[in-house]
Nanobody, 123 residues
Framework: QLQLVESGGGLVQAGGSLRLSCAAS????????VGWFRQAPGKEREFVSA????????TYADSGKGRFTISRDNAKNMVYLQMNNLKPEDTAVYYC????????????????WGQGTQVTVSS
């Protein structure tokens, strides 16, 4: 099982950018599909983006399309989420998660989770 540690969160004004990082430790990182999820206060955790094992295909929730970009570097065991044009509604704790599943965006399919990093967007 992978251990995942997120970083890069913070406070930013609306319209600003942040780059989240997810560092993985454990065997065979390249064998995992990796996703980003977020949870806002009082709301359920929701899917944000995911990337295939090789990084050749990405998936985004409608909320982030055109603004967020997920990428990975298997040589460094890292996954990134570049977030541009941030909005106050993007405020949430962002989690990195990993799964052996193929093409899944379901929270229940991701078995390894990080502790999360807080993103706060002020208006």
């Amino acid at each position: 099982q992978l251990q995942l540690v997120e970083s890069g969160g913070g406070l930013v004004q609306a319209g600003g950018s942040l780059r989240l990082s997810c560092a993985a430790s454990g065997r065979a990182f390249s064998g995992y599909r990796v996703g980003w999820f977020r949870q806002a206060p009082g709301k359920e955790r929701e899917f944000v983006s995911a990337i295939t094992r090789s990084g050749d295909r990405t998936t985004y929730a409608d909320s982030g399309k055109g603004r967020f970009t997920i990428s990975r570097d298997n040589a460094k065991n890292m996954v990134y989420l570049q977030m541009n044009n941030l909005k106050p509604e993007d405020t949430a704790v962002y989690y990195c998660a990993a799964t052996f599943g193929v093409d899944t965006t379901s929270l229940a399919d991701f078995g390894s989770w990080g502790q999360g990093t807080q993103v706060t967007v002020s208006s």
